[in-house]
């Protein structure tokens, strides 16, 4: 079994920041990519950010300049550093990650369960 929780959502003023964190658990392998995507209400679910075991990091547009993304591969943790948040990062986060549960495993992907950021004054 493998699991993703997320931490660290909640409500914040416009401006302000919040940091995401997810931990994977349980049988692993390897973790390829982690990654962040967000679903707004009446949206489809988007990709924030990602980041490799090893390679250079990747955002969305939106969030360039805003949001860091940063991994420890010997913790099996990603973060989401979001500063200068805006009422439109308004949304459910979710984690990802590709992981193998062993050495003859193909890599599948695996979801937390979503953390709400709320933004607004």
């Known amino acids: 079994q493998v699991q993703l929780v997320e931490s660290g959502g909640g409500l914040v003023q416009p401006g302000e920041s919040l940091r995401l964190s997810c931990l994977a658990s349980?049988?692993?392998?390897?973790?390829?990519?982690m990654g962040w995507y967000r679903q707004a209400p009446g949206k489809q679910r988007e990709l924030v950010a990602a980041?490799?075991?090893?390679?250079?990091?990747t955002y969305a547009d939106s969030v360039k300049g805003r949001f860091t993304i940063s991994r420890d591969n010997t913790k099996n943790t990603v973060w989401l550093q979001m500063n200068s948040l805006k009422p439109e990062d308004t949304a459910v986060y979710y984690c990802?990650?590709?992981?193998?549960?062993?050495?003859?495993?193909?890599?599948?992907?695996?979801w937390g369960q979503g953390t709400q950021v709320t933004v607004s004054s």
């Open positions: 990802n990650a590709a992981i193998k549960r062993y050495i003859s495993d193909v890599l599948r992907d695996y």
């Open positions: 349980g049988s692993i392998f390897r973790i390829n990519t």
């Open positions: 980041i490799p075991s090893g390679g250079s990091t």
